[in-house]
């Protein structure tokens, strides 16, 4: 997947959820990483309508245990593939839902919170939620500098959508 080669992956990820299956039964997260891993690959291959509901049932497992690294990706899958859709609500309502899971998970700031502010506010700049999107955006460029210093890997993306947003003001 990390190549860009989503179609042969494919087998491999769905090979490795039959064993996980197999192993530790179908609610262990390694089932739900390997989900996440076909869900991704058919949402990149013009399949999300197959993909959402691979996904939904891996962001089930993420709800149930939003702390397990197996699932942390679970969110954004689910959120591509209804994107892909064309469900932007659906897919801003999973993004406010990390969000808050991070915010519960870290209350003094992390990384992943700042992935979250990133994410959530770019989208709302996208569906025409200026307000919120900004409120957002400035709040993650702020931890960002309090979490990466000078090396935030998030904080062009997040000024850009900020620039935008000026601009379009």
Not at 5 to 31: C, F, I, K, Q
Not at 46 to 52: F, P, T, V, Y
Not at 94 to 119: K, N, S, T
Request: glycine share 8%; charged share 30%.
């Amino acid at each position: 997947v990390d190549l860009n080669r989503y179609a042969d992956a494919m087998p491999y990820s769905r090979e490795a959820m039959e064993m996980w299956t197999h192993l530790a039964g179908e609610d262990d997260p390694r089932v739900g990483l390997a989900l996440n891993q076909i869900a991704f690959c058919l949402t990149r291959t013009g399949r999300a309508e197959e993909a959402a509901p691979i996904a939904r049932r891996s962001f089930e497992m993420w709800r149930d245990d939003p702390e397990n690294e197996y699932l942390e990706e679970s969110p954004n899958v689910y959120a591509t593939a209804r994107r892909a859709l064309g469900d932007t609500a659906t897919a801003i309502a999973v993004y406010r839902e990390e969000l808050a899971a991070a915010r519960h998970q870290y209350p003094g700031g992390h990384p992943h919170i700042v992935y979250a502010f990133d994410i959530l506010g770019t989208h709302l700049a996208g569906a025409g939620e200026p307000d919120e999107a900004e409120r957002l955006l400035l709040e993650g460029v702020k931890m960002g500098r309090k979490c990466y210093g000078d090396r935030n890997p998030h904080e062009d993306h997040m000024l850009i959508a900020l620039a935008e947003l000026a601009g379009r003001r």
